[in-house]
């Protein structure tokens, strides 16, 4: 349904007067997601994943250099495509409720533009499948709850006629009652048939609904595995990155990793993590590994088996 | 004696409802202490008002048994979960960071703090890079005693979290600081903490006495 291909990003900056620099943000993505699906893309902050949902969604600023391919449906996602499909076909659920309009009351503030009784009938189906209650519909943005105001947001995209859908970071700082009903509200529209893309750095809270996870780091897919793939002390997963953030969670051993993220314009023509990594042979520092098929995924690493 | 103790604390925010009334809660040296509660339950007020950000309408605080003095570098440092929020952003990083004093070297190094940042400004750091700033300058002044940590890693991946943490909790303990933890991540705080409260619990068990 919608499928990047060597996706890279870059931003030009003036430095020191008229001398001109592009900063490399994201490289070489290649990432697909099915009709049904709900993909995350799971990793730590300065990764680009956002830059990715704004690279889709053709949000990015004037000074972006877009290299690669996006296309929708077989389609080219391009300008003139984006533009007919944006809010229609295709929506982002953005991360909270100042996102809603403080003056309308949630129930038609999901209507949207549609008028008229099927469509408020269509409202209060939506609502009860994510769990939304009909008083929920009467209630202004400053009444409903942080898990409330995301299940709205994400109402508002279904009843849109989304077909494929970006949420960016839905959960952070809910408890995680409500973050896990905004996620099941996600996984709900996956159900429904939907292609979702959803972008976080709670890998936690994600693997309750993803059928497959993509780890970025430094700008780059470093593993895509199937969820369930993430258990145990994590020795199925294909790239010791993705280990170590597995491995790093409170409730799987809490491991430090020494070292800090590079930026992608570091670590052009090696790999990004060899620096960092527990298993880096020679050759990773040599030269910048290709995103190769593993046991049904992918990993980006000389090493991996 | 406690190293930090609150008695009788009541705030609200004017006119409105008391959002807790007589709620005590102390904190030892060397303590680990974990607090959870539902959201805008007001463990985040309390959080400021222990800091010395907001006033108690009533009850104190208190620091090795005496109040806390009105001058100087507060002993009761907070971290909070958004460091963009937490500072000035027409400030470089240097400033920032040499806010509260010179940070100790040895923590500079462990919290992965390159020169290369102090010349930035907070918007070019990401958000995991401007909260390692925001835990040094909340450490730097030697009065610091307490440190309260808000959702402090909330918005981090799971590695930057465990690496914060463990420069955190390695720090206090040799400093015998106290530590407060308001966070929502359940396995956080069986983690790190040494006791851990309710803030249900705290509210009723005051209530009572």
């Known amino acids: 349904m919608l499928e990047i291909a060597g996706l890279s990003v870059s931003f030009g900056q003036y430095v020191g007067g008229f001398r001109r620099r592009d900063i490399p943000v994201l490289n070489d993505v290649d990432l697909d997601v099915d009709a049904g699906e709900l993909l995350a893309v799971v990793g730590s902050s300065g990764s680009g ?17 877009v290299r690669g391919r996006i296309s929708y449906g077989g389609r080219t996602l391009d300008e003139s495509l984006l533009r007919k499909l944006r809010g229609r076909e295709l929506a982002l659920v953005p991360q909270g409720v100042s996102y809603l309009d403080p003056l309308l009351r949630a129930g038609k503030q999901a209507l949207g533009r549609q008028r008229g009784l099927a469509a408020k009938k269509r409202v209060r189906s939506v609502f009860r499948r ?176 | 004696m406690a190293l930090m103790e609150a008695a009788g604390l009541g705030f609200c925010y004017g006119g409105q409802d008391w959002l807790f009334r007589e709620l005590s809660l102390s904190v030892e040296e060397g303590e680990v202490v974990g607090l959870s509660g539902p959201s805008g339950s007001g463990k985040s ?45 027409r400030w470089r990083i240097r400033r920032i960071l040499m806010e509260g004093g010179t940070p100790d070297a040895a923590l500079i190094e462990a919290l992965g703090i390159t020169e290369d940042w102090l010349g930035r400004w907070p918007s070019e750091l990401s958000g995991g890079e401007l909260q390692r700033i925001c835990i040094a300058r909340a450490l730097s002044p030697a009065a610091v005693k307490v440190l309260i940590a808000d959702e402090m890693t909330a918005m981090l991946d799971a590695i930057t979290q465990s690496g914060l943490w463990r420069t955190v909790l390695r720090y206090a303990e040799h400093r015998r600081m106290g530590l407060l933890v308001i966070s929502h991540d359940e396995q956080l705080l069986r983690r790190i ?14 209530r009572a006495q």
């Open chain 1, 130 to 305: 994510f769990g939304l209650a009909e008083q929920a519909e009467e209630m202004y943005p400053h009444q409903l709850s942080g898990g409330m105001a995301r299940k709205v947001l994400v109402s508002t995209a279904a009843l849109g006629g989304a077909r494929f859908v970006i949420a960016d970071e839905p959960t952070p700082g809910m408890e995680p009652e409500s973050a896990a009903e905004a996620l099941q509200a996600l996984r709900e529209l996956a159900d429904g048939g939907c292609g979702v893309l959803l972008i976080t750095h709670d890998i936690e809270a994600a693997l309750k609904v993803a059928d497959r996870v993509a780890v970025l780091y430094a700008g780059e897919v470093v593993e895509t595995a199937a969820a369930g793939e993430f258990e145990g002390t994590g020795k199925v997963l294909r790239h010791p990155y993705s280990r170590a953030l597995w491995q790093a969670l409170p409730a799987n051993g809490f491991r430090a990793l020494p070292g800090v993220q590079p930026s992608p314009a570091e670590t052009a023509s090696c790999c990004s993590f060899a620096a960092r990594c527990p298993i880096a042979a020679q050759e990773c520092a040599a030269g910048k590994p290709p995103l190769r098929k593993l046991r049904g995924g992918a990993v980006r690493c000389w090493v991996a088996e």
């Open chain 2, 45 to 89: 007020t309390l959080a400021k008002v222990l800091a010395g950000y907001d006033k108690p309408i009533v009850g104190e605080v208190k620091l090795d048994g005496l109040p806390i003095p009105e001058r100087g570098a507060h002993p009761v440092q907070l971290v909070l979960q958004h460091p963009e929020r937490a500072v000035n952003p």
């Open chain 1, 49 to 65: 994943k956002s830059l990715l949902a704004h690279a889709v969604m053709g949000l990015l600023p004037e000074n972006a250099v």
């Open chain 2, 193 to 206: 903490c040494t006791r851990r409260l309710k803030w249900d619990e705290l509210v009723r068990c005051a």
